[in-house]
């Protein structure tokens, strides 16, 4: 039997992209790449990100700019709810006195759902929330031999 977590992991150490928001554990920037790559290819959300950071680099920062100017700063990147939705989760974090530090507080922010809470919790604070998207299933029914379209319940 192949162990698959080795494998995983060899694949990852020869095939790994150098990225900013892989080099911390600070949960606004795991935060702020995990919403600007919904939807987004990894090489133009790069370019949003650092633009971002220059500009936002912390919670404050971004609670504090006007709506509109952030719209400015996501012009391009299109699904513009989750520029909003970013903006209003940074001004009701300002106001609590920073990021939330449980699985339970970052599912809560606006336009956070299970995978991006879990992504935040599991790259910043080390929490055992396993990040399965789309191509974590497609490998693993490829790996198990599962026919089932993973789009499907059934499949998932």
């Not at 936002?56 to 609670?63: E, G, H, I, M, N």
């Not at 693993?140 to 993973?150: A, C, K, M, N």
Request: hydrophobic residues 40%; glycine residues 8%.
């Amino acid at each position: 039997m192949v162990d698959i977590a080795a494998t995983l992991i060899h694949w990852y150490a020869e095939n790994k992209r150098e990225l900013p928001w892989r080099e911390t554990t600070d949960p606004y920037r795991i935060w702020i790449s995990e919403i600007i790559l919904q939807q987004t290819r990894v090489v133009q959300g790069l370019e949003y990100f650092n633009r971002f950071m220059l500009r936002f680099p912390d919670v404050r920062a971004l609670a504090e700019a006007p709506g509109d100017e952030v719209m400015k700063y996501w012009q391009g990147l299109g699904y513009y709810s989750r520029a909003r939705n970013l903006h209003a989760a940074a001004r009701r974090m300002a106001e609590a006195g920073g990021f939330p530090v449980t699985y339970t507080g970052v599912r809560a922010l606006k336009g956070v759902g299970e995978y991006t809470a879990a992504a935040i919790c599991s790259f910043a604070y080390g929490m055992p929330y396993a990040v399965v998207d789309g191509n974590v299933y497609r490998v693993l029914s490829r790996w198990l031999g599962i026919d089932t379209p993973i789009d499907s319940a059934e499949g998932k």
